[in-house]
């Protein structure tokens, strides 16, 4: 969590920008956080990490660009001291992944002080605007944290979430599931479509535009989840049909299928609590993959990445890879044998 110095020293500084740019993670916590963050005084534009979880140079053509006076990088694992260096920009970091080192940078991590901390970035984004609870919510949940104002979240929208309970049954049998789905259907297809929802979520007032189809605005997003989900479900069917005795649930799928490996690792891990999930999407000479358990598995996969081509990485229990093809083989044959 962030100290109350931090909170306020980091609110003044969003105070006074007068266009600020928001880099943030394609996920539901980095899209919640952006949400947080661009809710206090709606300025500035929002860029979505949408290749490799880094910061580098590529993203200094959008910083020429619309030339912000300070950068907001949320939720993001990963990022490049050159493009600090040629920004030559105020950059404030928020994350909750594995500490890095750069310089010039204001950046803020509960894992420095604490290694064993999981502190979504959508929980620290409610300190500075804590304004939007069911915002906040979707992005904890969404990122398998269970936050501590849940009882609050209850309370306002019983009728998303009428209960404590465990995250497998707020995920995927209560209505709160279903909006945390909404938002991250909503970050897949064509970027124009993508880039319309997320402006219209940084509009809504209220889940129930959305839940209950209300306005207009939540109608179509409504009915864009819907077209998604289509996409989605037969994959999840074939997925399920890879299940065996095998403590790995391994489910290659190829490129022409959108990307859903985190969507499908999170759903097959509450579902079969005892393996180990692997969903892998091969494009571009590439196997994508994202990895789920209820064990630590965060170490094995390091191990399996030596002397191989590609990397990966994240929390004990929730990691993305990537893996070239050629050497996808011997990685599982690695993997495998670190577990």
């Not at 497998?168 to 929802?197: C, E, N």
């Amino acid at each position: 969590m962030l100290t109350p110095k931090q909170v306020k020293f980091i609110q003044d500084e969003l105070a006074s920008a007068k266009n600020p740019l928001f880099i943030y993670d394609d996920d539901p916590d980095g899209l919640c956080s952006f949400i947080l963050f661009y809710k206090v005084h709606r300025e500035g534009k929002g860029i979505i990490v949408k290749s490799a979880p880094n910061v580098d140079l590529k993203f200094m053509r959008k910083v020429e660009e619309l030339n912000p006076d300070k950068i907001f990088v949320l939720d993001v694992p990963m990022m490049e001291q050159d493009f600090v260096d040629q920004a030559k920009r105020p950059v404030f970091w928020i994350d909750h992944h594995q500490p890095q080192q750069l310089k010039k940078v204001h950046y803020y991590n509960p894992k420095i002080k604490d290694p064993s901390a999981y502190i979504p970035t959508s929980r620290m984004a409610f300190q500075i605007n804590p304004q939007e609870l069911w915002i906040a919510t979707v992005g904890c949940i969404a990122d398998y944290h269970m936050p501590d104002f849940i009882e609050q979240f209850i309370e306002q929208y019983p009728q998303l979430l009428d209960e404590k309970c465990d995250l497998p049954t707020a995920l995927y049998k209560k209505p709160i599931g279903k909006l945390v789905r909404i938002f991250s259907f909503l970050l897949k297809g064509p970027l124009y479509d993508v880039r319309k929802s997320v402006k219209i979520l940084t509009r809504l007032k209220s889940p129930d535009e959305i839940m209950e189809q209300k306005t207009s605005q939540g109608r179509y997003l409504y009915k864009r989840f819907e077209n998604i989900n289509q996409r989605y479900e037969p994959l999840l069917k074939q997925a399920k049909k890879h299940v065996n005795r095998s403590k790995i649930l391994l489910f290659p799928y190829s490129e022409s299928h959108w990307s859903f490996t985190a969507d499908l690792s999170n759903e097959l891990s509450c579902t079969y609590p005892q393996k180990v999930i692997i969903i892998a999407r091969k494009k571009g000479g590439e196997m994508k993959c994202s990895l789920r358990a209820k064990v630590q598995i965060d170490q094995a996969l390091e191990k399996a990445l030596v002397g191989i081509s590609g990397y990966g990485g994240g929390h004990p229990n929730a990691c993305g890879a990537v893996i070239k093809e050629e050497d996808w083989k011997q990685f599982l044959v690695n993997f495998k044998r670190e577990l």
